[in-house]
């Protein structure tokens, strides 16, 4: 059974970064499909961040105000989001997800970690 | 790139259907079948009901269906049950390996 879970810290200042890390077990990110982040503003729909392939190739939400970057680190069998000078518009659950493709569903999510930034 | 839109809440009573529609623009929802819906339980994760516009995966009541027309796609639920109380979200590529959600409707089982 694939499992996702999310961690990293729940409060981040404005303008700092935001990380979180993505552990994945029961398959290996090396293997194949794609993994995403995806978040939640309180009260309000989901929206799409941005996937990684397992070799690396990333794509990212134009419509995304804050710089995004994703990584991979197959030895740990794991992903990570790092979102650089966020505001509190980026306060949100941060949810990690497998992708079938770029761009297609996911079938297997974390069960997501709230990070507010505020100062 | 704008957010899909659905309806804030559908409603309806057990034993009923009830359809939630989700419109898009002739560059997502028109243009591509990768329109998925995601049923979400409060303070719980999204769950993958439908991908592929009216495909189920394993696991999944045949009581949810999907459908698309146009610029619209839609998450039809029958035989309302109590559980069937969530969030559901439409997504849909949107082209250039990128997703599109909307803004997910509120499902209350009267």
């Known amino acids: 059974q694939v499992q996702l879970q999310e961690s990293g810290p729940g409060l981040v200042k404005p303008s700092e970064t935001l990380s979180l890390t993505c552990a994945v077990s029961?398959?290996?990110?090396?293997?194949?499909?794609?993994w995403g982040w995806i978040r939640q503003p309180p009260g309000k729909g989901l929206e799409w961040i941005g996937t990684?392939?397992?070799?690396?190739?990333?794509t990212y939400n134009p419509s995304l105000k804050t710089p995004v970057t994703i990584s991979m680190d197959t030895s740990k069998n794991h992903f990570s989001l790092k979102l650089s000078s966020v505001t509190a518009a980026d306060t949100a659950v941060y949810y990690c997800?497998?992708?079938?493709?770029?761009?297609?569903?996911?079938?297997?999510w974390g069960q997501g970690t709230l990070v507010t930034v505020s100062s | 790139q704008s957010a899909l839109t659905q309806p804030p809440s559908a409603s309806g009573s057990p034993g009923q259907s009830v359809t939630i529609f989700c419109t898009g623009t002739?560059?997502?929802?028109?243009?591509?079948?990768?329109v998925s819906w995601y049923q979400q339980h409060p303070g719980k994760a999204p769950k993958l009901m439908i991908y592929?516009?009216?495909k189920r995966p394993s696991g999944v009541p045949d009581r949810f269906s999907g459908s698309k027309s146009g610029n619209m796609a839609s998450l039809t639920v029958s035989g309302l049950q109590a559980d069937d109380e969530a969030d559901y979200h439409c997504?849909?590529?949107?082209?250039?390996?990128?997703?599109?959600f909307g803004g997910g409707t509120k499902l209350t089982v009267l």
């Open positions: 990684i392939s397992r070799s690396g190739t990333t």
């Open positions: 997504s849909s590529y949107a082209g250039t390996n990128t997703v599109l």
């Open positions: 029961g398959y290996s990110i090396s293997s194949g499909y794609y």
């Open positions: 997800a497998r992708a079938i493709n770029l761009g297609s569903y996911t079938d297997y």
């Open positions: 592929e516009v009216n």
């Open positions: 002739s560059r997502d929802v028109g243009l591509y079948n990768y």
